[in-house]
């Protein structure tokens, strides 16, 4: 199943500084704003790192759902991959393809949880493994219905063009 | 669930609660009680496996649920820097603006 080592690939430290940074550059400060974009440009790997984790999280996900089902595990990744072609639309950039990663293991995701519920509902419950699903049930359509939206805010806005280094060749994040 | 021995005598007991508190009920004595001893032991039995199966299930579930939470929190986070870094800015958690420029 899942192992807690399988979180250790991304910068935590760099994660950790952009989330310290981001509260005053939210408000207009500049040296943060500054310190921001630093720590982006100097830390290109990032975004590998954070769409490596996705991909984990899409692995752990489509085990889960198909167990040793090897035509389950087919079809379940030739959906999610649907799914997220679907949510990306044509031409995204490196930030919409990382939205669109995210829609796709949401979605993924509340299909798990409401299958696991479906699954313990069958074999009989107790209240606790009862209240137990419907948190995971609703906290995966929280997590699916705020990856929708971030993504739909973001074309929203059309944001401009920013480049970013992503295995040493500049690419566009953001329109 | 007890035996109770009086002299020669073992005498089976089941306990359960009603009200709050835990009344003994008497199921029998001989052979029978035997019998009905191992029938309960065996269903505490499957009973505790039962309950350690659906542990051991929602502690695979919650690991599935850290993963997915993690993807998701390192993305928001990028999300977020990339959008402050190019101009942006979100009002109370709200919708992404685009800053005005100072002056």
Redesign the interface.
């Given at each position: 199943m899942v192992k807690a080592k399988a979180l250790a690939t991304v910068d935590d430290a760099a994660v950790a500084r952009l989330n310290a940074l981001l509260p005053a550059a939210n408000l207009g400060d500049q040296a943060a704003i500054t310190g921001l974009r630093a720590v982006l440009d100097g830390t290109p790997a990032l975004w590998d790192q954070v769409g490596d984790l996705g991909r984990q999280a899409e692995l752990a996900l489509v085990r889960t759902a198909a167990g040793s089902n090897a035509v389950a595990k087919e079809a379940i990744t030739r959906r999610l991959d649907a799914v997220r072609r679907d949510a990306a639309g044509l031409n995204p950039t490196a930030l919409e393809r990382l939205l669109a990663d995210r829609v796709a293991i949401g979605w993924l995701s509340l299909a798990v949880a409401e299958g696991t519920y479906h699954q313990a509902l069958e074999r009989g419950v107790g209240a606790s493994d009862d209240e137990f699903h419907q948190r995971r049930v609703e906290r995966a359509q929280r997590r699916y219905l705020a990856a929708i939206k971030a993504l739909a805010q973001v074309r929203r806005l059309g944001v401009p063009a920013l480049q970013v280094n992503i295995g040493e060749k500049q690419i566009n994040v953001a329109r | 669930m007890s035996y109770e021995a009086r002299g020669p005598y073992h005498y089976y007991y089941r306990a359960r609660k009603v009200g709050g508190r835990v009344v003994k009920e008497y199921v029998g004595h001989g052979p029978a009680a035997v019998a009905m001893a191992a029938q309960d032991e065996a269903t505490r039995v499957d009973r505790r496996a039962a309950a350690e199966a659906?542990r051991t299930?929602?502690s695979?579930?919650n690991?599935?649920?850290?993963?997915?939470?993690?993807?998701?929190a390192?993305?928001?986070?990028?999300?977020?820097?990339?959008?402050?870094?190019?101009g942006?800015?979100?009002h109370h958690r709200g919708?992404?603006r685009?800053?005005q420029p100072?002056g």
């Open positions: - | 659906r299930r929602q695979q579930l690991d599935l649920d850290r993963v997915t939470d993690a993807a998701g390192s993305i928001e986070t990028l999300l977020n820097a990339s959008l402050v870094a190019a942006y800015h979100r919708e992404w685009r800053r100072d």
